[in-house]
């Protein structure tokens, strides 16, 4: 690759890497300022004063970050004031995710500190309105573990070399080279090597993010250097060069590229427990002090970070022969999960007696050789607040912590962690953990007179029902045929849902979980002919899914014949979710992954007691869903096709009667068996050659085969047939 080469930015940040430089020259190069160049700011001595009043003595009360930082440099220089705000300015610069206005009151608040506030130079301002990525838990929440990081690493710069230094400002390798040498937040490390050298570094904060762009895209004729970001560095010049246009592998098509090679889409989180060993009381206040998790790993060996589970399980099996199969099995789980499957800026929890202490994920697995009892770590950042009661935790918190093992994912519960995380306390106190999160279920619209006068339905029945679901989660519409059961699932899903937000699933006899919820199926294999098997999700995991990433609007999933399959196949451990809906279990085809059915899911399934009587149902279905039924005799059902009538200008047609005689001639004995008014609600039916067809090829086979091996054909035309109906209402022929 030419010396020459370099990487064409790919997003619109132009101001953010000249303030970015600028910064970075004027301060780690010059020692003086962004806001006050004459000034000089960004010197050992202020560093140092800014150290002894901020990293010195670290405030762990509950107060907002602003608010204890204003306590911390309540005696700081001037100088020192101002260096935390420019160090903020740079912490800040990137984040597309942080407001302009909140980021410029911010570093405006700090500045106001001072004895003699400075001002920011408008080019500066203007950069705030750009971005480059959107920032993690070290943008928001774990911004005061960054500013001590930027601290420690600014004190240490100016103990280098003054030719080091020079050195790392010319080359991009060498920049590399020096700031990889301290041990800081992977968002503060990225952001320096980005905005130092865009030309050359990828504006990605992600390492796991990397690996899978350069194993996608890594080719023989780019031979990989074992340098992640230098190899990053010839794969995306050499893209540049065949797509003519710079490179974004977050959008397509380079995304679709290197995203499925990995368990997550970009930017999604994940939430981990790590238990620590039994007889090891002090390893959890030990991971605290260092900022790492660990997992023992006594006899695993040097596993890669990354590594697939079948290379774990073959590690496992080498070093842990002693072990009986079960232990073999959680040990490659939780190995799995802990190098394998864990990102940076996941959530991680751990247990303190009766506690939950939270923290986030900050860097990659790396071994400590010389602590047998905490062999595995990956950096972390703990919350410095005390651990949160475990009595107290909003659901579905406490039955996920119930769950067994070293490394649990708790992802089921992401969106009450993240919460906890997240939210920072405001200037009254701390959070409460009953405070972090609304786990309120969304309410049903309710009921309208456009969608009564749509169904031809009272409004006041209507809106019980939608009340019903709304309590229960689970409602199924039964009834014999032709009562409208799907016509009003399909009608009630689009009333309180968003078409996004609708999935509809016919059962059959042949249905099961894996087409349900998740199961393997083939796919087209990476060779021409060749066919593998993947893991897929069915539309229950797929609606879970969506509905958990957006909890403030309901999903509705229809399950139309919902009788017609072997529930208890289909549903399997699901059965136990619809009941408990705050609780999370294993899954069949992913027992590592905690899961849970989230509360904005609405289920509503229609069954036809023709087919199977209700009493013949599963009691464990009985007890998870509330029943309704529509039966022809019944409101709303019975005058549904009168008002259908009426809002169609027939008062007088002759349908209702002969409907309400047929259900009269099949009597109470068959009460399943009797017919709904569906079939005679078409508007083409008003002469009586095709009131005669629907009798003759609708209604007529629905009986006879209700009534096969009771009564004859010649029985039932005689007794269900239109003329004989006709006869008992008194009804005249429609004149030709």
């Excluded at 070293?406 to 009953?434: I, N, Q």
């Amino acid at each position: 690759m030419s010396d020459s080469a370099v990487i064409i930015p790919s997003r619109h940040d132009n101001l953010v890497r000249e303030v970015g430089r600028e910064l970075i020259d004027q301060g780690m190069r010059r020692g003086q300022s962004l806001f006050t160049p004459e000034r000089a700011v960004w010197t050992a001595a202020t560093t140092q004063d800014l150290h002894r009043c901020y990293n010195g003595r670290l405030d762990t009360g509950a107060d907002p970050f602003m608010v204890k930082l204003e306590r911390q440099l309540s005696d700081a220089s001037d100088d020192a004031v101002q260096l935390a705000a420019e160090l903020l300015t740079l912490q800040g610069l990137p984040l597309l995710n942080l407001k302009a206005a909140t980021f410029h009151d911010r570093v405006r608040t700090v500045l106001g500190w001072m004895g003699r506030p400075v001002a920011i130079p408008a080019h500066v301002v203007a950069a705030f309105d750009q971005g480059t990525w959107g920032g993690g838990a070290g943008a928001h929440t774990m911004l005061w573990k960054w500013l001590i990081d930027a601290v420690e690493l600014l004190g240490d710069w100016w103990t280098l070399p003054a030719e080091q230094r020079e050195r790392a400002f010319t080359g991009p390798w060498d920049w590399q080279e020096t700031i990889y040498r301290y041990r800081v937040m992977p968002s503060l490390r990225e952001e320096l090597l980005y905005l130092g050298f865009p030309t050359h570094f990828l504006p990605i904060l992600n390492m796991a993010h990397k690996k899978a762009i350069r194993n996608a895209f890594g080719e023989a004729s780019l031979p990989l250097t074992g340098d992640l970001n230098r190899d990053l560095f010839e794969i995306t010049v050499h893209l540049q060069q065949e797509a003519s246009q710079p490179v974004d592998y977050y959008q397509a098509p380079f995304v679709g590229q290197w995203s499925t090679q990995t368990d997550r889409v970009p930017g999604e989180r994940r939430a981990w427990l790590v238990r620590s060993r039994p007889g090891s009381p002090d390893l959890a206040g030990r991971w605290s002090a260092g900022s790492f998790v660990s997992l023992a790993a006594h006899h695993l060996g040097n596993v890669s970070p990354g590594a697939s589970k079948a290379q774990i399980r073959a590690a496992v099996a080498t070093g842990y022969q002693h072990d009986d199969y079960a232990q073999r099995v959680a040990l490659t789980n939780e190995y799995h999960a802990f190098l394998s499957q864990m990102e940076s800026e996941d959530i991680v929890a751990t247990l303190v007696e009766d506690g939950l202490r939270l923290g986030v994920l900050d860097g990659e697995p790396e071994y400590e050789m010389a602590d047998g009892g905490a062999r595995l770590r990956r950096p972390t950042t703990w919350l410095t607040t005390p651990p949160l009661p475990v009595d107290m935790l909003p659901e579905p918190l406490p039955a996920a912590l119930d769950q067994p093992g070293a490394v649990v994912d708790l992802t089921g519960a992401l969106e009450v962690l993240s919460a906890l995380v997240d939210t920072e306390p405001t200037s009254e106190g701390r959070v409460e953990p009953g405070d972090a999160v609304t786990a309120a279920v969304p309410v049903l619209t309710a009921a309208t007179q456009e969608l009564a006068n749509g169904l031809h339905m009272a409004r006041s029945w209507l809106q019980d029902l939608i009340d019903l679901w709304g309590e229960r989660s689970q409602i199924v519409l039964f009834g014999p045929p032709g009562t409208g059961k799907t016509y009003l699932a399909r009608a009630l899903a689009a009333h309180v849902a968003a078409r996004d937000a609708v999935r509809l699933v016919q059962f059959h006899p042949s249905y099961a979980y894996e087409d349900f919820f998740e199961g393997f199926r083939p796919v087209e294999g990476a060779e021409s002919g060749t066919v593998a098997f993947a893991k897929q999700p069915g539309p229950l995991r797929e609606i879970a899914a969506a509905a958990r990433e957006d909890p403030g609007r309901p999903y509705v999933l229809i399950v139309d014949e919902i009788n017609r399959a072997n529930l208890a196949k289909v549903f399997g451990e699901l059965y136990f979710l619809l009941e408990y809906r705050d609780a999370t279990i294993r899954l069949q085809y992913s027992p590592s992954e905690a899961f849970h059915l989230p509360r904005n899911v609405f289920i509503i399934g229609t069954m036809n007691t023709a087919d199977r009587s209700i009493a013949l149902v599963d009691a464990a279905v009985r007890r998870r869903f509330a029943f309704v039924e529509l039966h022809p005799d019944d409101e709303p059902v019975r005058d549904v096709l009168r008002n259908w009538l009426a809002a169609n200008d027939r008062p007088g047609d002759e349908r209702a009667a002969l409907l309400a005689a047929l259900n009269e001639s099949i009597g109470e004995e068959d009460h399943d068996f009797k017919i709904g008014p569906s079939y005679l609600m078409r508007p083409n039916l008003d002469g009586d050659a095709a009131l005669e067809r629907v009798w003759r090829h609708d209604v007529m086979p629905l009986l006879e085969e209700h009534y096969y091996g009771r009564l004859s054909r010649t029985q039932i035309r005689d007794r269900f047939g239109l003329a004989a109906i006709r006869s008992r209402v008194g009804a005249p022929r429609d004149e030709p």
